[in-house]
């Protein structure tokens, strides 16, 4: 798309003149009073939002829940745990909703919103788990994407499905479940096996399991898993084929738009019993709704457990040359067509954070990660690749492993603190360069969210790498708040994205560039070096095991 383009796309602001009208009084007063719910599943903790109709949160429960760890390179979660956490949370929400004088007929719908590629397989006979969850930065894959790298058709993937063969997409993970489990193979033989990422598994237990058995997706999930055609987004057979998959033995979802009134189901049971669920979208989608990124050329970046940047590209796919991902920004239904993005995932973000907290003990909590970095006025040359899980975009490196690279005896442990921080920082900078390559428009200011926006020394370093402003809301919680959008639409909540206009619009900071350019330019260059001489660290092990 030519770069004349892509700037007028993203001159379109949602408060263009044509439409800068006042929501009248009546509707605000009105919106006070209508509610809705929002299950935010994530991949360390579960929770449950309350919304009013303008987009404050009014409730809210929060609990984190148990990670395994059985190999290096292996992650997994308990699906049944998972379950219940979301079950907590939205009873324990919801008592301190009613404890305000508040009535439960007053939430007109729930949304959902999950972490994405997660795999969850079960039987259909009997509703259960047959293995944990495998979840998205699980690296336990990487001899089968070896494997299938070299495969016939290996190179025609990606400009079907938007991804590209890494551990990270759900069709790897099904693989290596389908070859290493006696239990999915059983399944998979009798044509019993139930396949789902977290919003279908959740959906289907929250709706009553195998009783009720609502088996479906949402377009944003669905394109996560590489198993779906992102022009027509429906299941690719010549995907399917590549995989080994028989479509008569695998049940796979039913591919939903996000906002539904009736495909997802209901409650089946606790204090939201009967309760519609109306709308459904993985997480980073749903932190572009909930910023409000509607035009092309709008973008957001999350800084949670992983870091995810999302550009609005339009009604139609862009694939990547750069590495990136293609996949669904989000979709409406109706009358709307689908909306695509471009995607930069980097699977190492606050999880660093935490590894600096708990491995490493330097303070003894997340939030105190800034106190620590402020010690020291800079990094002290120190540079840490957070390569635990490989490096996702835009540099798709399997083999690098973890490295920190400058240390010496002048290094302290605010040195290591800043470093980790700023990976995530440096990362986002290289997204952002394959961005403006593929789209040919370069953005003039990032949005931004999730939990380590809360650090205002990491925004500032974000801004002084990027070298653009950076945009952070009051309101954080734009990822529940996105999956309230999409679940208050499909009950006329709201009916057009204009009347959204003023949501979290307030009390938001910007952080302005403040180093020079020069300086920026020389840090990013060492963290490029950096990268390149983290690579290939599984395959030197690889060899010495060998020998």
């Known amino acids: 798309m030519a770069e004349s ?29 209508w509610y809705i719910g929002s299950i935010d599943q994530g991949t360390t903790s579960t929770r449950f939002l309350i919304f009013n109709g303008l987009g404050v949160p009014v409730a809210s429960h929060q609990m984190e829940f148990k990670q395994m760890y059985p190999q290096p390179g292996w992650m997994e979660q308990d699906p049944l745990e998972i379950v219940e956490s979301v079950q907590t949370c939205i009873e324990e929400a919801t008592k301190a909703f009613t404890e305000t004088g508040k009535s439960v ?42 494997e299938l790298k070299g495969k016939q058709g290996a190179d025609k993937l990606q400009d079907i499905c938007g991804l590209p063969l890494s551990t990270y997409p759900s069709a790897l993970k099904l693989t290596w479940l389908l070859r290493n489990v006696k239990e999915v193979q059983q ?32 377009t944003t999930n669905a394109s996560r898993t590489m198993f779906v055609d992102l022009r027509t987004l429906e299941y690719s057979s010549e995907v399917l084929e590549f995989f080994q998959l028989d479509p008569k033995k695998i049940l796979l979802p039913k591919i939903v738009p996000c906002s539904d009134a009736e495909a997802f189901g209901s409650l089946a049971s606790g204090i939201l019993k009967g309760k519609k669920i109306t709308g459904c979208l993985g997480d980073q989608s749903a932190a572009l709704v909930g910023q409000l990124g509607f035009e092309p050329g709008m973008a957001k970046n999350t800084y949670g457990t992983g870091c995810f940047l999302l550009y609005n590209v339009g ?67 120190c540079y840490f690749v957070t390569a635990f899980s490989g490096l996702f975009a835009p540099y798709w490196i399997d083999d690098a492993r973890g490295t920190i690279f400058g240390i010496t005896q002048y290094t302290q442990q605010g040195h290591i603190a800043r470093a980790a921080m700023e990976a995530t920082c440096y990362q986002t900078k290289a997204i952002l360069d394959a961005m403006e390559k593929d789209s040919g428009h370069k953005l003039t200011e990032l949005a931004v969210d999730g939990g380590m926006t809360d650090s205002d020394l990491c925004m500032q370093t974000q801004a002084d790498i990027i070298n653009i402003p950076v945009d952070r809301p009051m309101m954080r919680e734009t990822t529940a708040l996105g999956a309230a959008i999409v679940a208050g639409f499909a009950v006329d909540v709201w009916k057009e994205f204009e009347e959204l206009k003023e949501i979290n619009k307030e009390d938001r900071t910007i952080f302005k560039p403040q180093l020079p350019l020069e300086e920026s330019t020389r840090m990013y260059r060492r963290w490029t070096k950096a990268v390149e001489m983290s690579k290939g660290w599984l395959d030197s092990d690889a060899e010495a095991q060998s020998q």
């Open 5 to 33: 383009e892509h700037a007028a796309q993203a001159s379109r602001k949602i408060d263009a003149e044509s439409s800068d009208k006042p929501v009248p009084r009546q509707d605000e007063e009105k919106l006070k009073n």
């Open 105 to 146: 007929d007053d939430i007109k719908a729930i949304g959902i919103t999950s972490q994405r590629e997660t795999t969850v397989l079960w039987d259909r006979d009997t509703g259960q788990p047959l293995y944990n969850a495998v979840a998205w930065p699980d690296t336990r894959t990487q001899p089968i994407v070896r």
């Open 187 to 218: 399944a998979y033989e009798a044509g019993r096996l139930m396949f789902g990422t977290i919003d279908t598994w959740l959906l289907y237990c929250l709706n009553g399991g195998k009783e009720k058995n609502v088996h479906v997706t949402d």
């Open 315 to 381: 009604e139609k796919p862009v694939m990547s040359s750069h590495g990136l991902l293609a996949t669904v920004a989000y979709n409406f239904g109706g009358q709307r067509k689908p909306v695509y993005a471009l995607e930069g995932s980097i699977a190492v973000a606050g999880s660093a954070v935490k590894y600096v907290v708990n491995n490493l003990k330097f303070v003894d909590s997340s939030a105190k990660i800034s106190e620590c970095a402020s010690t020291v006025k800079d990094n002290g040359g």
